[in-house]
């Protein structure tokens, strides 16, 4: 059984780089190395990032895509790294809708979630054209608050990096 574990976390690392190379074509120089150490995040509602930190997380994230290139996506996904805090993560998407990274819910990779809508908008759609329309930016939608089926204003601030995708974390505001 734990082999079978291993397999689907290196697969949940591998399947962003099929997504972007099937989308968009690029053409990747840099292997992922699958010799790290797997951690286990737990989400702690108790401690909630702030919209500040979450847009902090995001810029950070854009910076190591930017200095790494896709291999730093691993980086999302392990403990030490800065970019598993609190309740925060960081989730990475085409330009088209497919979703490439994302640490908590490994499900949604390689989905395209454009068009999905959650209580009547489309905030994925509104990510994509938040970040052509200005490179970075604020998207705010309805979210059902942690424990509870209350819906509150939630945030994500999403970054387009130089390898033409985003990323992106989110916050309750």
């Known amino acids: ?3 079978y574990k291993l397999l689907a976390i290196c ?3 591998l399947l962003p780089l099929v997504a972007i190379k099937a989308e968009s074509n ?13 951690n286990v995040f737990k989400v702690s509602f108790a401690d909630m990032l702030t919209p500040d930190e979450a ?19 691993a980086d999302f996904s392990r403990l030490g790294t800065g970019f598993l805090n609190k309740d925060g993560y960081v989730f990475c998407m085409t330009m088209g809708g497919v979703m490439i ?8 990779v390689g989905q395209n979630l454009y068009k ?7 905030f994925f759609k509104e990510m994509v054209e938040a970040v052509e329309r200005s490179g970075e930016g604020w998207v705010e939608y309805k ?16 970054v387009k990096n130089d390898s033409g995708f985003f990323c992106g974390v989110s916050a309750f505001k």
């Open 55 to 73: 847009k902090v997380m995001s810029l950070r994230a854009a910076d190591l895509i930017n200095q790494k290139g896709t291999v730093g996506i």
């Open 11 to 13: 697969a949940g690392l």
């Open 143 to 158: 979210w059902p608050y942690p424990g509870t089926t209350e819906l509150r204003l939630k945030m994500s601030y999403v």
């Open 116 to 122: 999905y809508q959650r209580y009547g908008q489309p």
């Open 26 to 38: 690029l053409a990747f120089t840099k292997k992922v190395s699958l010799t790290q150490k797997v």
């Open 1 to 3: 059984m734990p082999g």
């Open 101 to 108: 990274s994302h640490p908590i819910r490994n499900q949604l």
